[in-house]
């Protein structure tokens, strides 16, 4: 087992497993029985829960939050400020059989979670979508599609019912843009999407 760190030595908690080649970035803690494996790659300032799999080769950004019991598979991305909430689920196969693995990289499909999205609890990502910045999946929703940047999604399937400020709070959408009441910051609607001024 090695551990490398860029500065100074992440907390790992003695019951996780560390796999050879493992990359964990300055001021990380890994918590209880979770598994990171060969040659994956984790940024500085991240938390990863209770019972958390990361498999070979993923790439974490920093400042990521990963709650128990949540499975980062091959061919899944997390950018960094990336908040994965408690048992979400990502799938990383289009069509998984028992009676005919699909285990190789042959077979997985990319999912990225763009910078500063949060995923609720329980929710479930299917594999081949992306989560656009400071997107917002509610608890329990099903990602079936793209999730536009900074867009709030519900249900299942999963679908846009507002839109969410960086901080988080639910934007208030106007005429040629959105104001947060949160936090006053500004957006204006460039070609259909939302962008800070």
């Given amino acids: 087992m090695s551990v490398v760190s860029s500065i100074a030595s992440p907390f790992i908690h003695p019951t996780v497993v560390v796999d050879d080649d493992v990359v964990v970035g300055e001021g990380s803690r890994v918590w209880h029985f979770s598994h990171l494996s060969k040659g994956c790659r984790i940024g500085e300032r991240c938390s990863l829960g ?3 799999y990361v498999a070979p080769g993923v790439q974490i950004g920093s400042n990521v939050k990963i709650q128990n019991n949540v499975s980062i598979y091959e061919g899944v991305e997390l950018e960094d400020d990336v908040f994965c909430g408690p048992s979400m ?3 990383n196969v289009i069509t998984p059989r028992s009676g005919f693995p699909r285990n ?7 999912t ?9 609890a329980n929710a479930t990502i299917v594999c081949g979508n992306t989560i656009g910045e400071f ?4 608890a329990g ?8 940047p900074h867009a709030i999604v519900v249900g299942n ?3 846009v019912i507002g839109y969410a400020c960086t901080c988080g709070a639910r934007l208030s959408l106007e005429p040629g843009g959105a104001h947060c009441t949160g936090c006053a910051r500004l957006y204006r609607n460039v070609d259909g999407r939302l962008k800070a001024k």
């Fill in 50 to 52: 209770q019972n958390v």
């Fill in 89 to 91: 689920v990502f799938t």
């Fill in 104 to 110: 190789s990289s042959l077979y997985y499909v990319r």
């Fill in 112 to 120: 990225l979670v763009r910078r500063g999205a949060t995923i609720g």
């Fill in 135 to 138: 997107g917002f999946v509610g």
């Fill in 141 to 148: 929703a099903v990602v079936t599609h793209d999730v536009p």
């Fill in 157 to 159: 399937p999963a679908k």
